[in-house]
């Protein structure tokens, strides 16, 4: 794929199936921000690097340099992951969205399963 970190960045959240604002929401920006990264012209990605990787379900490898595939990062480690990868693709657009900002807040809160 063409382009630098703004192009890579603006795939990857359509791949996702969000938009700009989901993404925003996902990282804890502004729509603007999000749009600014998407066209090159911000300057606070590498600080929000790793959230829009995680968002977005890719490798901050692969929205730096282009290394990966889309799907890039690492395989599923167990069968739970792998299943939760297997229902995230079969939900529609909106209920991606919605999974991902529960999956953000439970990472920020520590959310430990096991306990």
Do not use: C, F, K
Request: cysteine-free; charged content about 20%; hydrophobic content about 45%.
């Amino acid at each position: 794929m063409d382009g630098g970190v703004g192009t890579r960045i603006r795939v990857a959240r359509q791949a996702a199936g969000l938009t700009q604002a989901g993404l925003a929401a996902l990282v804890g920006v502004t729509r603007s921000a999000v749009a600014q990264w998407e066209t090159d012209r911000a300057g606070q990605v590498g600080g929000n690097l790793t959230r829009i990787a995680a968002a977005l379900g890719v490798s901050a490898q692969h929205l730096l340099t282009g290394d990966e595939g889309p799907q890039g990062g690492r395989a599923a480690e167990s069968g739970d992951e792998l299943a939760l990868l297997h229902l995230y693709r079969g939900l529609g657009a909106a209920d991606r969205q919605v999974l991902l900002r529960l999956a953000v807040r439970l990472s920020r809160d520590g959310v430990n399963p096991t306990e």
